[in-house]
């Protein structure tokens, strides 16, 4: 079953520091991922496609099939970044998109 | 200005009387879908359309209907809604399936069935 697995319910960080926000996913064909993210307040907004290794706000995300994972990072956090990350997993060809059930990030000054 | 309106932003209903939910994109987007979030589960796929009058079950559509008569509208129906139907509800939409179009997301609705 297509399944995406987001293990940390909640990471806190202190400014400047690395962050790592993990993501796995359980789909046995080519994957297309995305990681969302959700300001307090604010709509969902795309942050990340995979494919295109594209860096936005800092952030970057390598998909690596081997460990079936789909990790976000950041190597010096920022106030701004404290969210609700979601990592995405569409059916490549389909509609149907499965979230995982979200990582808040705290980033503390 | 693209965007994908829902309406209304909150909402109060009591047990069993129907209502809807309404999504609207400016977008031309041939794909919409609806979303439920619950706090621990984040979000699961209610239904989804591919385009006009075709739509498909997501993972949790029971007490959920939608239709899709035109391209820039997609509402979610409660015929009967129930307590456990509270929840915070997102449509969204996409260009299209192919991997470099993400969702674009409404701002969300917030029900609370009593």
């Known amino acids: 079953a297509q399944r995406v697995t987001q293990p940390e319910k909640l990471l806190s960080v202190f400014k400047g520091a690395p962050v790592e926000l993990k993501c796995n996913y359980s789909?046995?064909?080519?994957?297309?991922l995305f990681w969302y993210v959700q300001y307090s307040r604010q709509r969902l907004q795309l942050l990340l496609r995979?494919?295109s290794r594209e860096s936005i706000k800092g952030f970057t995300a390598d998909l690596n099939k081997g460990e079936t994972s789909f990790h976000l990072k950041k190597p010096f956090a920022q106030e701004e970044d404290s969210a609700m990350y979601y990592c995405?997993?569409?059916?490549?060809?389909?509609?149907?998109?499965?979230f995982g059930a979200g990582t808040r990030l705290f980033v503390k000054a | 200005e693209a965007q994908v309106t829902q309406n209304p932003r909150y909402l109060i209903t009591v047990t069993g009387k129907k209502l809807t939910v309404t999504c609207s994109q400016n977008m031309n987007h041939e794909y919409m879908s609806w979303y439920r979030q619950d706090p621990g589960l984040g979000l699961r796929q209610i239904y989804y359309s591919m385009n006009v009058e075709v739509t498909d079950k997501g993972d949790v559509p029971e007490g959920y209907k939608v239709s899709r008569k035109e391209k820039r509208n997609f509402p979610l129906i409660l015929e009967s809604p129930s307590p456990n139907q509270t929840s915070l509800y997102f449509c969204?939409?996409?260009?299209?399936?192919?991997?470099?179009?993400?969702?674009?997301f409404g701002s969300g609705t917030r029900l609370t069935v009593v």
């Open positions: 995979h494919i």
């Open positions: 995405a997993l569409r059916i490549p060809g389909g509609f149907k998109t499965i």
């Open positions: 969204a939409s996409s260009l299209g399936p192919r991997w470099f179009y993400g969702y674009t």
């Open positions: 789909y046995s064909g080519s994957p297309e």
